[in-house]
């Protein structure tokens, strides 16, 4: 059986997804998780520090995501079935496992392997129905991310106490310590944070998508924030514990509206 050949002008932009990934990866292999969405929790938006966050959120953060996940499904169709996917896939998966908890807990081999797994029948459609249901869950996706984004102040009670507990200093504390310490220490750590990717962004780890969706939106940007009371606005987590906070924080992005905001979550 002969291998396919390589492509060389999609392993250049493989290389150049991966360093693009890097950008936003680095963070969280410095600082705490917490602080990818929330710089404040470990750090400032001040000087430098700010400008070198915004900058990757304006030009790095889901744009070479989506470039490495592109090329990902144009080498399975490439590849085809004479290069044995399955196979290959399966030690993606068991790669991922162990680099998830022993490694790194933003590992993100485990994903592309078991969703390769789920769309390898794909390949057999006719191009006709592999647009169709592209298309389909790209619409659907989109308008899950809207639901959540204009129901956020209805979500459960219960979730959003796992959110919270999340992004609380006293979480990044932890983490802080637990990386300082020995390597059966961290691999706890990682462990709950693989296991809350696997759960969803409401289990209080992976990486929080839906958030980031909801500022991938038209016209919004989203940040985590310090949290500041709305003068003349009713605060309606009243069962929410006193101590330090953040909140989600969506504003148009327009000049002349850059004054609007509209506070979708408040921790």
Known sequence: MTEPKRVASIDVLRGVALVGILVMNIQSFAMPHTA?????????????????????????????????????????????????????????????????YLVWYGDILFTYGVVGLAVLPALTWTVRRQVTVGLALLVVSSLIAAFGFTC?????????????????????AAEVQAFRSGWL??????????????????AGGGDDAAVRAWGRLPGFRCASLPRERHPGRKNRNRRSPQGARSRVKFWFTEPAAATVTVTVCEM
């Open 152 to 172: 956020f102040d209805t979500v459960p009670a219960f979730i959003l106490d796992d959110v919270r507990a999340h992004y609380e200093p006293a979480s990044v």
């Open 36 to 100: 990818y969405l929330n710089p404040t929790a470990f750090g400032s938006l001040d000087g430098l520090e700010g400008v070198a966050w915004s900058l990757g959120r304006l030009f790095f953060d889901f744009k070479f995501i989506s470039l490495f996940s592109t090329l990902f499904g144009a080498s399975l169709v490439l590849a085809g079935t004479a290069s044995n996917p399955r196979r290959r896939l399966l030690w993606l998966v068991g790669f991922g496992l162990l680099h998830g």
């Open 185 to 202: 220490e961290q691999f706890a750590v990682r462990a709950r944070r693989r296991l809350g990717a696997a759960r969803g962004p409401s």
